[in-house]
Each structure stands twice: as C-alpha cells, then as structure tokens.
C-alpha cells in the first residue's frame, strides 16, 4: 500500500512518494518506489511491487525511440509481461518467503504512474497504468492539464482531495493519507520518508521532505 501524489500544470509536475516496503513475511524496510529515466527526463512511480518499476525502466531504456508516446504505448504490455513473470516465479524470486494463494492475487493488483514532457501534447504529462484482481486488462487514465492525482485516496474520508501544489502540501496530503489507510489496514507498508521530484521539460530536482513514519525494519527506527 505505496502513496503516489501528482501535482500538474503545463510546465512543471510534482510527484511524490513514500519509502516504506514490505514483503509477505512481514518483513520492512525501505525502498526506491519512483526512478528517473534522465535521457528523456521522464519519472516512473510505483504502487505495488518494486519488481515492476525495475521491468518498466529496464523496457523504457530500451524504448526506440524512447520518448514519452513510445513509453506510453509500450507500458501496458510491459505490465501484463511483468506480472505473468511474477506470478509464475513468485517462489524463486522469493526464496526464503511464504508465498501463499492471496499473495499470488496480489501480485496483479499493479500500478505505475508515468510523468514528463509529451511532445504530442506540447506539455508535461501525466498517466497512470493499474491492474486488478478482477481482470487480465491493464486500465489507464491521464490526469488532466492541470489537476492533482492522489494514491491512495477513498470518498468515505469525506475530505475534499487538494491539489498538493508545493513541498509542504505534499507532505500535509501525505501525512493524512497515511493517517487514514493505517487506521483501516495497520499493517500496511505506507511511511517512511516522503521522496519528492520537482520535473519539467528539461530538469529534476529530487529532495526528502521529511519522515511520514521511520520505517519498519529501517536504522531511523532503531
């Protein structure tokens, strides 16, 4: 249960994520959940498994041209590919980890959020790529021009979602979200530190905005 948080306008985008991992055995620490691809300046954040954030920037590296629309029509196919994988290599990929029917159930429910500058559309861009337990079809969505995308996020908050369009919102709009999925799931793999990058057409700035919750299994925890 990973946050990824988008702020978009035309000329900038802020996404942010958490560092908090899991694993089946209940085992936490912290990782990398969003990359950047710097020959095109495009980011890729992840809710799910950090296996599927490696395929992804392994098949954009290798993207010809690799630009934001051969990245963009090449993503689904890399998700569906990335969970086949998984689902039939869960037990060597996890050697010393139980791996039982819900796990492998889990390993479907996918998705990346790709961000940068779209020539096709002549400004920054922002789309988000999911998968479900329910079916085989990797669903997407593109935030729109200038907009907020929040992950995870739920009606029954009855809070209205804003758009976390500086440092200090992002982090405020992350420290809710956490606050809420631990009261429904406290066993979720959501904190650590918030990761922010600031990205535009030709730059990215990455920075730690600070601890949501040190992280289960982390040196800050000790």
């Known amino acids: 249960m990973s946050l990824v948080n988008i702020s978009l306008t035309p000329h900038r985008a802020l996404i942010s994520v958490d560092t908090e991992t899991g694993n089946p055995n209940g085992e936490f620490g912290e990782g990398s959940k969003m990359t950047l691809l710097p020959h095109c300046n495009i980011v890729l954040a992840i809710r799910g498994t950090t296996f599927l954030l490696a395929t992804a ?74 998968t479900s337990r329910s079916s085989a079809e990797v669903d997407s969505y593109e935030i729109e021009e200038v907009d907020a995308n929040a992950s995870p996020w739920s009606e029954d908050w009855e809070e209205d979602m804003f758009d976390p369009n500086t440092p200090e919102l992002m982090l405020s709009l992350a420290k809710f979200q956490r606050e809420r999925v631990k009261a429904i799931v406290p066993d979720a793999p959501i904190g650590g530190r918030l990761l922010l990058c600031e990205l535009t057409k030709d730059e990215a700035k990455f920075s730690s905005l600070g601890v949501l919750h040190s992280a289960r299994g982390s040196e800050a925890e000790g």
């Open 57 to 130: 920037f392994s098949n954009a590296v290798m993207a010809w041209p690799s630009d934001f629309e051969t990245i963009e029509k090449n993503m689904p196919t890399v998700m569906t590919q990335s969970i086949d994988y998984m689902r039939a290599n869960a037990a060597q990929m996890f050697p010393n980890t139980q791996i039982d029917q819900d796990d492998h159930r889990n390993v479907a429910e996918q998705n990346v959020t790709m961000v940068g500058y779209s020539a096709s559309r002549g400004r920054m861009a922002a789309v988000v790529f999911s």
